[in-house]
């Protein structure tokens, strides 16, 4: 297979005529679905949209005529009075007095300026209650096709050290005709759960576009996370429960879910990972875990090397030990709704430049093609917590430019759980040569960063060139990798042509 490599480009090269058309074509692409996602949005549901429309239009109307109505009787009361005044102190007659009050073409003007404001606010409410109706209805048509698809329910994975993991399966498409192809598992990233696969419309959301394209697809959610609660001895309310990092989603989560998909199929399956979802499946991959259960493996915006991270939310959190200061605090379970984090975020959202109404975009990096539809739908489920010691443990990452596990702070520690004054460090050049991996990423992605992507690549210099696919999209950042309306033309379908290769 032909590998796509690309190691950064120079200004001329971003100019060129060929990545201009590239550029153009992929804005295009992302114009269409969103005109086409809107418009069949419409289409469906053009009654609500009518009726709501109506609705609101007839009560702002009305509200705005009582508080006229009401505004202009006081007026009349008043120029009574001053009409009784007048008449008594200069004589004049009522024809006199309506030329010196007659409100004229003001008063048209004033009806009009009502009426666009009542047909405005009016459309408004209209359209806003239509696409929270179209939003609750694409949620609930999309959860009862899953559950159709999967009619009893979730599949739950009890891990070595006692965590109950829940997976969701979809094993046939929309036809409902059963294919033979492997299984795929796809692997969310930290502060999310396997929902955000799910988010887009059907067309463009990756479980489904596998599922009817005659995969067994199987949905992972991390310990911590709404779905995976459970423990066999330990409650969520306490702190034991959060004691992990994500050497323990490498070391017991990702091989459990493997594994129970490997022997529920009979068959070695594919996996796919976003973002940390990347990481804690390279991890055992190069420790020889998973790879006679594994077909391939696919990484989309890869979390490993993590020293040259841009972010500056990510930045600044590190910098000022937020993560280690809560866990002192006492706060095992990592939250974006805790106060912790919610201080943080608000002194992040003073700082010049910084529009928090777009939060994502200094965290992740600028995403290009995102639909804005989708945010309301995002908040109703995500973020998700995770545990407090897991963000110390990427922060250690991110300071100290290493790749390793997680760091106790004193040799004492590390030594009790170790053996080695410090901890033992991963080694992605072990990765075996000839194991399939396809990786995308992206070049305005401020997490998976494009110069982090490059060690890992050093790292992987030497694999097979039939069995490594790297891909690299300049106008990609963090999300759109999963909620991209065009991912699945420029991601989606290139993976799927590697998995029929292998």
């Known amino acids: 297979m032909q590998q796509l490599r690309s190691r950064g480009s120079s200004l001329l090269s971003t100019l060129a005529v060929p990545q201009l058309k590239k550029k153009a074509l992929n804005s295009w692409v992302a114009v269409q679905d969103t005109y086409f996602s809107t418009k069949d949005i419409f289409d469906n549901h053009k009654v609500v949209f009518t009726v709501g429309t109506s609705i609101a239009s007839v009560v702002t109307a009305w509200i705005g005529y009582t508080i006229r109505h009401h505004h202009e009787t006081k007026v009349d009361q008043r120029l009574q009075s001053i009409e009784k005044a007048m008449k008594n102190n200069y004589h004049l007659e009522e024809s006199d007095f309506k030329k010196l009050v007659n409100p004229g073409s003001s008063r048209i003007a004033a009806w009009i300026a009502t009426a666009g404001t009542t047909f405005i606010i009016g459309y408004g409410f209209g359209w806003r209650g239509g696409r929270w109706y179209t939003n609750r209805k694409f949620r609930k048509d999309q959860m009862k096709l899953l559950g159709q698809i999967n009619p009893r329910g979730p599949q739950l994975v009890t891990t070595d050290d006692g965590y109950i993991l829940s997976m969701q399966r979809i094993p046939v498409g929309r036809s409902g005709n059963k294919t033979g192809k492997p299984p795929v598992l796809l692997q969310h990233g930290v502060l999310v759960d396997g929902v955000v696969w799910l988010l887009n419309p059907i067309d463009q959301s990756l479980p489904f576009i596998l599922a009817d394209n005659g995969y067994d697809v199987w949905i992972a959610n991390s310990r911590g996370t709404q779905y995976s609660l459970g ?118 959202c ?55 596990m997680y760091d106790y702070g004193n040799v004492n520690d590390n030594m009790k759980h170790y053996g080695l004054p410090t901890p033992p460090a991963y080694d992605m050049t072990r990765i075996p040569k000839d194991f399939p991996l396809f990786l995308s990423h992206g070049g305005q992605d401020q997490l998976s960063d494009v110069a982090d992507v490059k060690v890992l690549l050093d790292n992987l210099q030497g694999h097979d060139s039939d069995k490594l696919m790297v891909q690299y999209i300049e106008e990609y950042a963090h999300a759109d990798f999963v909620f991209g309306v065009n991912a699945n033309q420029l991601v989606y379908n290139p993976i799927i042509s590697f998995f029929e290769l292998h």
């Open 231 to 348: 423990h066999t001895s330990l409650d969520s309310g306490y702190q034991a429960y959060w004691n992990w990092s994500w050497d323990e989603l490498a070391a017991y989560d990702i091989p459990a879910e493997v594994e129970y998909v490997h022997n529920t199929t009979g068959q070695k399956l594919h996996y796919v990972g976003h973002s940390l979802g990347t990481l804690i499946a390279l991890a055992p991959v190069s420790q020889d875990k998973l790879v006679n259960m594994l077909r391939s493996t696919a990484l989309l915006a890869p979390i490993a090397h993590m020293g040259q991270i841009p972010s500056l939310v990510a930045r600044i959190g590190v910098d000022i030990y937020l993560a280690e200061d809560a866990y002192l605090l006492g706060i095992r379970e990592f939250s974006l709704g805790g106060d912790v984090v919610i201080k943080f975020l608000e002194g992040i």
């Open 350 to 404: 003073q700082l010049p430049g910084i529009k928090c109404t777009n939060l994502m975009t200094p965290y992740t990096g600028s995403n290009c093609c995102l639909n804005s539809s989708r945010t309301e739908l995002f908040l109703e489920h995500e973020p998700q917590a995770t545990a407090t010691k897991n963000m110390i443990h990427l922060a250690q990452m991110i300071r100290k430019g290493t790749l390793a």
